[in-house]
Antibody, heavy 118, light 108 residues
Framework: QVQLVESGGGLVKPGGSLRLSCSAS????????INWVRRAPGKGLEWIAH????????YYADSVKGRFTISRDNAKNSVYLQMSNLRAEDTAVYYC???????????WGQGTMVTVSS | EVVLTQSPATLSVSPGERATLSCRAS??????LAWYQQKPGQAPRLLIYAASTRATGIPARFSGSGSGTDFTLTISSLQSEDFAVYYCQQYYDWPPWTFGQGTKVEIK
């Protein structure tokens, strides 16, 4: 069964750090790009990070550039999102989603909630 | 950055009726446009890609049309499970990959 499963969310204070994981199964992981997309409470979907299958090319949204780092370990079928200097506006459900080649996002994980609050 | 504008923000429809959702791009995205459905507490689900191609397992009552800057998602006969928020997304000019703000389809 093709699936993505996120983990690592939780409550963190402003300025703190958190590392999210996205674990994949049911497909050849290294063939796919992986994205992180978030949805803040009452808001729409926002793409925030992208990594190619080899990990050689990475892009970030301006809203997270310099604070978040995406990486992957193809041996573990996993992608990670290291989040630092977190702000209240980073509070959201974070999803990982795959695409084949900068295409539509065809498989999404169930999401993990991140709450930034003192 | 390509800005996608969806209308209306909320659409009130009775079960069995037709729903028509619009997505307008600030510049041409050719046919590199997708539609997603999201229900409360669930992940987004890909419905349509390449503007008009249904994703695997998506019922035929969902159809997409358009190219360039104007796109439409049509649900021919709304079922109870179709009440949700729908997003369009462009994957033509990236980064960033951008989404519309969403259209909520609610029961009339």
């Amino acid at each position: 069964q093709v699936q993505l499963v996120e983990s690592g969310g939780g409550l963190v204070k402003p300025g703190g750090s958190l590392r999210l994981s996205c674990s994949a199964s049911g497909f050849t992981f290294s063939d796919y790009y992986i994205n992180w997309v978030r949805r803040a409470p009452g808001k729409g979907l926002e793409w925030i990070a992208h990594i190619t299958g080899s990990g050689n090319t990475i892009y970030y949204a301006d809203s997270v550039k310099g604070r978040f780092t995406i990486s992957r370990d193809n041996a573990k079928n996993s992608v990670y999102l290291q989040m630092s200097n977190l702000r209240a506006e980073d509070t959201a459900v974070y999803y990982c989603a795959r695409d084949r080649s900068a295409d539509a996002f065809d498989i999404w994980g169930q999401g993990t909630m991140v709450t930034v609050s003192s | 950055e390509v800005v996608l504008t969806q209308s209306p923000a909320t659409l009130s429809v009775s079960p069995g009726e037709r729903a028509t959702l619009s997505c307008r791009a600030s510049q041409s995205v050719t046919d590199n446009l997708a539609w997603y459905q999201q229900k409360p507490g669930q992940a987004p689900r890909l419905l349509i890609y390449a503007a008009s191609t249904r994703a695997t397992g998506i019922p035929a009552r969902f159809s997409g049309s358009g190219s360039g800057t104007d796109f439409t998602l049509t649900i021919s006969s709304l079922q109870s499970e179709d009440f949700a928020v729908y997003y369009c997304q462009q994957y033509y000019d990236w980064p960033p990959w951008t989404f519309g703000q969403g259209t909520k389809v609610e029961i009339k």
